[in-house]
């Protein structure tokens, strides 16, 4: 558990108006990234000025993929990092790599969705409902089954790609898959492969390289963030069919990721980092999106996301592009600070623990009180509050801007494709609620299911 510092928990509360961050123990930082448009808030605070403003000196570094961006930041040679929510998650249970990290901040709300190849789409489109010649939407995996079940008849594989085992782009394909009566397969202690059993052959494409492995047809559909759906629009190759606001409204995906001995060392380091990202995350969302485009121009930056501007605006500024042509209004396709997007919600890193629990990620049940006392070690609500009472106190944000939660749980959410309610405190009847995975006691021993 980190112990906040007395240091920090006076300074942040009795701070100047319009001043730095004081006390901070590490001026120049180095932070991590991969090139996607949910990485905003850190290009955000440093092209803003909000970084210096906190008496912070940040370099933001690209990495290739996930692994690398973890390992980066577990070695120190990364300071910090977006991240998978899924990330220090994982590695406070010791999923894959086993490290102590820690998030004050989550980064952003929905912006992920799930594309298929131009083949796959003209055989479930006899499946989709229609009106005005247009698809409706949500379109659900039922309309991908039957499509599913003609190549598994022809012998062939139906491989689709994520970006890592534990993103929630993976547990929202999962997820979608599922809700339609789609087995996407099981991972166990001996193969972590996530295949066992699986109607898909789901495997891991990092972000960038998604829409050449499905113009390759490597894969045949991918669940990722933008720019790399909208990407695949733009070069003609695929069809996304569904974004994760549909699959989840309102869900969380990225964290700003941390070492707990980084925090316990730096706690006024960790403090400013949290306020600029906090004035970022304003900045991106306020007045109803107006800096939208300047945020584009930023993004589209090759030290960036590096992608073309106006494929990055067709999601970041309300609008997302399914068929080409076929542009339909997303205002809240990616938030960063409405509805309380950047505080860390317990109830979020438990719904992260559920998903892994029912894909075999953690191979054996766990009580509720489990669930409840990892998310706290890794979730730090406490840090972001001290940061928001500081810039209240600054002048640089207002009380009602923040919905500062007494528990840390969400309140209890059917917005799922299913319909299924999710209850963060009662975690274990969630799991056993839903139709597809693992249940109760049940593991997965020599590729089998077993009570």
């Not at 509805?339 to 629990?357: C, E, G, K």
């Not at 766990?366 to 600054?394: N, R």
Request: aromatic share 10%.
């Amino acid at each position: 558990m980190i112990r906040l510092s007395g240091l920090l928990l006076s300074t942040a509360l009795c701070l100047p108006a319009h001043a730095e961050t004081p006390g901070i123990e590490k001026e120049e930082l180095t932070l991590g990234f991969i090139k996607l448009t949910d990485m905003a808030p850190l290009a955000i605070a440093k092209e803003k000025g909000f970084f210096e403003e906190e008496g912070l000196s940040v370099t933001l570094v690209a990495q290739s993929n996930w692994k690398v961006l973890l390992d980066a930041v577990v070695s120190g040679e990364l300071d910090g990092a977006h991240m998978l929510a899924g990330q220090p998650i994982a590695a406070s249970i010791g999923y894959g790599t086993q490290a102590a990290l820690v998030t004050p901040f989550s980064m952003d709300l929905n912006g992920n969705a799930i594309t298929v190849s131009n083949a796959v789409w003209e055989e479930m489109k006899a499946h989709v409902p229609m009106a005005d010649g247009k698809p409706v939407h949500p379109i659900k995996a039922d309309a991908l089954k039957p499509v599913i079940e003609a190549y598994a008849d022809e012998g062939t594989p139906f491989n689709l790609g994520m970006v890592f085992p534990v993103s929630t782009h993976n547990y929202e394909l999962r997820y979608w898959l599922a809700a339609g009566g789609i087995n996407p397969g099981l991972y166990s202690p001996d193969d972590v492969s996530g295949q066992i059993g699986g109607d898909v052959l789901i495997s891991v494409t990092p972000p960038p390289q998604m829409p050449a492995t499905l113009e390759a047809g490597t894969i045949l559909g991918y669940a990722v963030g933008e720019p790399w759906n909208q990407a695949a629009v733009a070069k003609g190759i695929g069809v996304p069919v569904i974004t994760d606001y549909d699959i989840w409204k309102n869900n969380p995906e990225k964290v700003f990721g941390l070492t707990a001995e980084f925090v316990e060392q730096n706690p006024q380091t960790t403090l400013a980092l949290t306020k600029a990202l906090i004035r970022a995350a304003i900045w991106l969302d306020e007045n109803d999106n107006a800096n939208r485009m300047e945020a584009v121009e930023i993004l589209a930056r090759p030290e960036y996301v590096g992608a073309d501007a106006a494929v990055i605006a067709n999601s970041m500024t309300g609008t997302f592009e399914f068929e080409k042509g076929d542009k339909r209004p997303a205002p809240d396709f990616n938030v960063f600070f409405r509805y309380n997007a950047t505080f860390p919600y317990y109830s979020d890193a438990v719904w992260t623990l559920t998903q892994m629990r029912r894909w075999g990620q953690i191979a054996e049940a766990k009580p509720d009180t489990w669930y409840d006392e990892t998310a706290k070690s890794v979730y730090k609500p406490e840090i972001y509050k001290l940061a928001a009472e500081a810039l209240i106190a600054e002048g640089k944000a207002t009380a009602d801007m923040f919905d500062f939660d007494a528990d840390g749980y969400r309140e209890p959410t059917a917005d799922f494709i299913d319909g299924v309610t999710y209850d963060g405190k009662a975690p274990n009847a969630y799991i056993d609620s839903l139709l597809i995975g693992l249940k109760g006691d049940q593991m997965v021993v020599g590729g089998e299911v077993t009570n």
